[in-house]
């Protein structure tokens, strides 16, 4: 038996690990997004400055939801702010 490692598609931040990717495009973590929040960023702006997640181009093909990182960004931002 054969076993893959597949990107994990999430819906809801709080069940994924610190090591888990929030940005696919620029492979930002959790842990990392969570770190400038609690550095002082609370909007997704500041969270582009600080760590360059939501700033790729190849959301489609990379992130495993299909789309932008900036709604799991967000609701970091809700939890941790
Ligand atoms: S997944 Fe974050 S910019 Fe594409």
Not at 28 to 47: M, Q
Not at 50 to 67: F, H, I
Request: proline content about 2%.
């Amino acid at each position: 038996m054969q076993f893959f490692t597949q990107p994990k598609r999430y819906d809801d931040v709080t069940t994924l690990s610190n090591e888990d990717l929030i940005c696919y495009c620029v492979e930002v973590d959790k842990k990392s997004i969570v770190e400038a929040i609690k550095k002082g960023a609370s909007t997704l702006k500041a969270i582009k400055e600080a760590t360059a997640a939501c700033t790729g181009n190849e959301c489609a093909r990379k992130n495993p939801n299909k789309r932008c990182c900036s709604k799991e960004i967000k609701q970091l931002i809700e939890l941790y702010a």
